[in-house]
């Protein structure tokens, strides 16, 4: 049995458990109620501190007035995200060019809830779940204090172990028995507590006065959208930390990484293992595959070179000799091809690999790249090309001129690293260009001007810079860097804060932007409709038509976000079925 059959079978134990006591009546006696598997485990201590943390309440009334300004920025944003992805799939479904199922449309993927969504570790993400429950809940708190609304308990969310906090408002004082509102200068409904009572016999509809405590729209507005502010600060200063102290303590090793050794090899018995990051030859720092390759290229069989490679950040020496000069190239990946160019009229096909060009073995990108550059337009050459059946075929192009560089040879491709790359020391390396891809970590902030920045880091962890997604520190790509300077002494923990700060940010600013949309029970949709409610209420001075009509338009608002989701999941499912 597997680790995560264990973890169903202790959940669904677990959940059993729960379900007698709760028929019992055990857990009713200690305040104890439950959603599905979720206990809410309630207690009154800690009210007072809340009295006192509301103590400034000028100061968390401007905190909120922000939130709610953000609020409905980020309702328009989340509308936009939501319309336009609608719009991308309709317009791809008339185009029969509708993307086909994936993970990133799996209906369990929507669902921000670690172990569930498989984008989200579970430790990390089960930290930054906690978080972001705890701020926006007592977010919420602190502010019904603020304006007077009582708290009637505080408590945590348990399932098996803690998954949050919360903090239980006074729904009736809050929102009001019948959506009652007071008037002052700021609300349209006047100084007064108005309730509505209706006449059984003539079923005519009286406003009156109440002394029940109900909080006003604005006051409403301010608890509602502090939830949402709650988060949106925890994610910028778990953004700030990130992007700037943390990542700037991280250095690259090198690009350089073991990926294959056999184990009966002499490279083996030297002590090379996979996820080893390669920086040294003799006395030559290796920072690529490249420059591997050329200082090997230069050595005759069973010449000794010393090989330093890193483990968990610690670098030490293999002695190895030279075993083989005739290495077959891996060569690149040919992604896609360009239409109307040399290699479509020469019948070259997308998802083969080009080994040699023009006679010289492709290792690397960098070795075609080189080929290209140095070729003119008219050229004849050979492209020798193996498919997945490992056969191989020879092409004979004739280039044309480089749409951005004059006097250069195009072939017309698209291509990638074909992956491992054999070296003459008796295992494989490839490449992956940590120092680039930390600098464009690094750079996120600065494009947050625009709105590419704020859609990187919307997908960072799921589809990142180019779909690949940056789901935080592994094992393996921790490998690629050491902490300097401050984080020295942390060694492999400076990876587990930016693992940490990653997600509390991501999850934060997830949260708080859906929380933003226009639908009830949603923060975002309460604060819409109170102020639907309010405008319609100014325009036409009547109370119950404002009320039903800003009731139904949150309503159809909520339904279509909700059809839009629904469309977004089963949408390549109706074109390429279940």
Known sequence: MDGIHIAIAILLLYWIVVIILDRKGILEKY?????????????????????KLAIPKKAWRIYADIGIRLMFVGMIAMLFVVILSDLAMIASYEANTMPEPSKFNEARNIFLIPGVNEFIPLTWGAIALLVTLVVHEFSHAILCRVEDIRVKSMGILLAVVPIGGFAEPDDEELFGKREEELNDENDPYGDRRLGIIIDKKSEEKTIVKTDEKVATRTQRARILAAGVMANFVVAFLAFAL????????????????VVGVSEDGPAYSAGIREDMIITQLDDTSINNVNEMLDYLDGLEAGTSVTVYASTDREISS?????????????????????????AEAAGIEAGTHILYLDGNPIYTYTDFSEVLSESTPGQ???????????ETTEYMVTLAEHPDYEGRGFLGVTTTSGG?????LGFSVGEYPAAEYLELLKGIPGMLGGVAGWYIILVLPISGFAGEGFPGFSETLSQFYVPVGWAEPFGIGIFWLANTLLWVGWLNFYVGLFNCLPA????????????????????TGNEEKAENVSALITATFAMMILLSFIFMVIGPYLVYGF
Do not use: W
């Not at 305040?31 to 009295?51: A, E, F, H, Q, W």
């Not at 990130?242 to 990484?257: E, K, N, R």
């Not at 004849?380 to 490992?390: H, P």
């Open 520 to 539: 009830v029970p949603l923060d975002g949709g309460h604060v819409f409709r109170d102020s639907i409610n309010a405008f319609i209420y100014k325009v």
């Open 31 to 51: 305040n104890i109620s439950t959603y599905g598997p979720v206990l809410m485990i309630r207690t009154t201590k800690g009210l007072k501190l809340l009295d």
């Open 380 to 390: 004849e050459i050979s492209a020798v090309v193996e498919n997945d059946e490992g």
């Open 318 to 342: 293999y002695q190895l000799e030279v075993t083989d000069t005739d290495i077959d190239p891996e060569g690149v990946l040919i992604q896609s091809i360009v239409e109307n160019t040399p």
């Open 420 to 424: 491992n790359v054999a070296t003459s």
């Open 242 to 257: 990130l992007f700037g102290p943390v990542l700037g303590s991280l250095a690259p090793l090198g690009d350089t990484m």
